[in-house]
């Protein structure tokens, strides 16, 4: 089964206009992810060190596990 924290999230709150994971990164765990402008300063992806795009990644990656936990469990306490 594949389950996706943005419709997840959806399910939780059908009325709030938002769900991308930056967004429900900050109000479900408030934390607040590295923006992509901000990582790529104007610049092209191919020009941001490899180090700092692998970081930008496993943020991601990190945020989008701890959000299934943390939605998963909201919606079953729901139930």
């Known amino acids: 089964t594949i389950k996706d924290t943005i419709i997840m999230d959806y399910l939780l709150d059908p009325n709030r206009k938002t769900h991308g994971l930056k967004e429900i990164s900050k109000l479900h765990l408030n934390y607040a ?18 180090e700092e795009l692998t970081q930008y990644a496993c943020e991601d990656t990190d945020q989008t596990f701890q959000l299934y936990h943390y939605i998963n469990n909201q919606l079953k306490s729901k139930l």
């Open 33 to 50: 992810q590295v923006d992509y402008q901000e990582l790529t300063k104007g610049k092209s992806i191919r020009e941001v060190p490899l």
